[in-house]
């Protein structure tokens, strides 16, 4: 059983930058892309970012594209989101999440198996 815990939200001003971290159990996670979504309410969960099982390769949303940065140390077993420039429409519940097969790579929810709890993020003056 993998569990993800996620952490590094809160209140924020636009403008100004964040940190999450997402720390995962188990021995595999260096075989697996991870990836960040985030939610609002009534609205389905959106991709922000994914970054190979190596930390090789990275996909991002145009909505954060240059302003935030997904990476990952296999060695402590997390993955990191740093997201600068914050907006207002940042402000989510931010999950992260493993993709269900290894060695590859996806941007869908739906390819992703093990979830955080998530973690609230606001962005307003």
């Known amino acids: 059983q993998v569990q993800l815990v996620e952490s590094g939200g809160g209140l924020m001003q636009p403008g100004g930058s964040l940190r999450l971290s997402c720390a995962a159990s188990?021995?595999?996670?260096?075989?697996?892309?991870m990836g960040w979504f985030r939610q609002v309410p009534g609205k389905e969960r959106e991709f922000v970012a994914a970054i190979t099982w190596s930390g090789g390769t990275t996909y991002y949303a145009d909505s954060v594209k240059g302003r935030f940065t997904i990476s990952r140390d296999n060695a402590k077993n997390t993955v990191y989101l740093q997201m600068n420039s914050l907006k207002p429409g940042d402000t989510a519940v931010y999950y992260c999440a493993r993709d269900r097969l290894p060695r590859v790579i996806h941007t869908a929810a739906g390819d992703y198996d093990y979830w955080g709890q998530g973690t609230q993020v606001t962005v307003s003056s």
């Open positions: 188990g021995r595999t996670f260096s075989a697996y892309a």
